[in-house]
């Protein structure tokens, strides 16, 4: 069975404070210090590609607010088209917690191999926390320092199918990037700057692409 990603949207992809309003129910916005901005939403999609491209079986269960308010379809498309290829499905049990409501959807799919991206953290067990990559700057979301390293460890290890609870004796890459796409001139903190130029990230995936291609 391939393995599992659970995704979340808010808090993860842009900052985590993003409401609608009556006026404007069917567009969102980010909010900073309580006040709407017009910063973009989605912003880290192009990094989350990136992290993802090496790992092709794995797939995608949305765990977001996002498809209770939009639905799903609408949802799904807020993502690249390769990420949208991922997706299998929904986690939308009505659980008190998001690790209830990714738990039970887990069990229901039969799943062993998984993990999730979310920053909500209340009411995971601690004895479940290796299944969790969870910024806790609300702001700075996927781009929170350290959270990119971790998050590639454990999908290596969840993807070579490596106990998770084990991932704490697993080398850390003195670079992300250069040990995922072999790019020794490109350092993790160039990817998450290059996030303001969507063509430098893009160059970053062609060349990725041409690499794993050359090895095929």
């Known amino acids: 069975m391939n393995p599992v990603l659970y995704l979340d949207f808010d808090g993860i992809l842009h900052p985590a404070d993003v409401r609608v309003t009556p006026e404007e129910p069917l567009h969102p916005r980010v909010y900073v210090r309580g006040k709407p901005t017009d910063e973009p939403l989605f912003r880290y999609v192009s990094l989350l590609e990136l992290l993802l491209y090496p790992y092709p079986d794995l797939r ?3 765990a977001t607010s ?5 639905g799903y379809e609408r949802a799904l ?11 299998i499905g929904a986690a939308t049990f009505p659980a ?5 409501t990714i738990s039970i959807d887990a069990e229901e799919r039969g799943l062993n191999r998984w993990i999730a991206l979310d920053d909500d953290q209340r009411g995971w067990p601690e004895d479940r926390r290796h299944q969790l990559v969870a910024p806790t700057n609300p702001y700075l979301a996927l781009v929170e320092p350290g959270v990119t390293a971790t998050l590639a460890i454990m999908l290596e290890t969840l993807c070579a199918g490596v106990p998770l609870d084990e991932v704490t004796n697993v080398a850390r890459p003195t670079s992300t990037v250069e040990r995922l796409f072999a790019l020794p001139n490109v350092t993790e903190a160039e990817v998450i700057r290059a996030l303001e130029e969507d063509a430098k990230v893009e160059e970053i995936l062609r060349q990725a692409r041409a690499r794993r291609d050359d090895v095929v």
């Open 60 to 62: 995608i269960v949305l």
């Open 66 to 70: 996002w498809v209770r308010a939009f």
């Open 96 to 100: 008190p917690t998001q690790f209830g």
């Open 77 to 87: 498309k807020q993502l690249s088209p390769s990420l949208q290829e991922r997706v």
